[in-house]
């Protein structure tokens, strides 16, 4: 029960129910729908900027991570529902922009490389 709930919350678990439960909230189910397909895009991001921050100071990583774990706490004690999710979602966006900001330097750095390998 608590699993559907984290599940729920973090839209990975019966996304399609989920969204059919949002519609009683008053939200438009195909809004609701297109709402997840740009968050899990945003989440893998997120992920990947976590790992970068916690490579470079764990104390701004432990920072951020904390407002999900938090909205992961409440899920665990309330219910699952996507507008728990709301409170994490600024420090997503951030994260996300970390990991972005690191691919695209990497990316740069790379293409960099291989062209001076290569003598241009």
Known sequence: MVAAR???VWGVF???QQADYDTLEGRVREVTIAGFAMYYPLALAAIAGAVVLARRDRVAAAALVAVPIGVTLIAMAIYGSTRFRFSAEPVLVLLAAVGLTAAAAWTVD?????RINAGV
Do not use: L, T
């Open 110 to 114: 790379r293409w960099r490389r291989d």
């Open 14 to 16: 019966r996304v399609s």
């Open 6 to 8: 984290v599940g729920r």
